[in-house]
T-cell receptor, first 113, second 111 residues
Framework: GAVVSQHPSWVICKSGTSVKIECRSL??????MFWYRQFPKQSLMLMAT?????????EQGVEKDKFLINHASLTLSTLTVTSAHPEDSSFYIC?????????FGPGTRLTVL | EDKVVQSPLSLVVHEGDTVTLNCSYE??????LLWYKQEKKAPTFLFML????IEKKSGRLSSILDKKELFSILNITATQTGDSAIYLC???????????FGKGTKLSVKP
């Protein structure tokens, strides 16, 4: 139980295009979902926290107009990287929380050419 | 199906104790195993293990990988209250590097 999936697993896009990444909790309802970005040396940076039906809370330094987060339901959150640039190339990981437990998705590797 | 299983799920110890956290994995196209410490905002990276039998150390923490038996352990010696956290292990698979996370071990260190 408690599986979090992400789609796509990897995506390559051209600079200037927008990319949407989906995060789903497959067998539980997530009160809160988190989006992370993985940097070199493997550290994870929290980008934003989203609760179903409300606006996401972005961490300092994260552009909310560039990284659009929609938490449409208790099982689905999406991250849209708008007007992507090569520096946005990274590994994006989502996580879903239910109660006191938090479960991580497998991540999406974004490569912007 | 890929999976990473951590044990125990929860552990309570006293300061000064030594703890061993376990992580077993079944990950297709396995590349490496990562350990993280999660306290608040985001998991902080501890170790990445790629080769079997080579211990990695950082202060009181150490970790080793056994690719034959498909497991890794994280040791913490002389535990301190600041070690209280959830420790996550994740297996990295394939060329795209997707991570399969375990559910974590919640460590509580009592004074």
């Amino acid at each position: 139980g408690a599986v979090v999936s992400q789609h796509p697993s990897w995506v390559i896009c051209k600079s200037g295009t927008s990319v949407k990444i989906e995060c789903r909790s497959l067998d539980f309802q997530a009160t809160t979902m988190f989006w992370y970005r993985q940097f070199p040396k493997q550290s994870l940076m929290l980008m934003a926290t989203s609760n179903e039906g409300s606006k996401a809370t972005y961490e300092q330094g994260v552009e909310k107009d560039k990284f659009l987060i929609n938490h449409a339901s208790l099982t689905l959150s999406t991250l849209t990287v708008t007007s992507a640039h090569p520096e946005d190339s990274s590994f994006y990981i989502c996580s879903a929380r239910t109660g006191n437990e938090q479960f991580f998705g497998p991540g999406t590797r974004l490569t912007v050419l | 199906e890929d999976k990473v299983v951590q044990s125990p799920l929860s552990l309570v110890v006293h300061e000064g104790d030594t703890v061993t956290l376990n992580c077993s994995y079944e990950v297709t196209n396995f590349r490496s195993l990562l350990w993280y410490k999660q306290e608040k905002k985001a998991p902080t990276f501890l170790f990445m293990l790629t080769s079997s039998g080579i211990e990695k150390k950082s202060g009181r923490l150490s970790s080793i990988l056994d690719k034959k038996e498909l497991f890794s352990i994280l040791n913490i010696t002389a535990t301190q209250t600041g070690d209280s956290a959830i420790y996550l292990c994740a297996g990295r698979r394939g060329s795209q590097g997707n991570l399969i996370f375990g559910k974590g071990t919640k460590l509580s260190v009592k004074p």
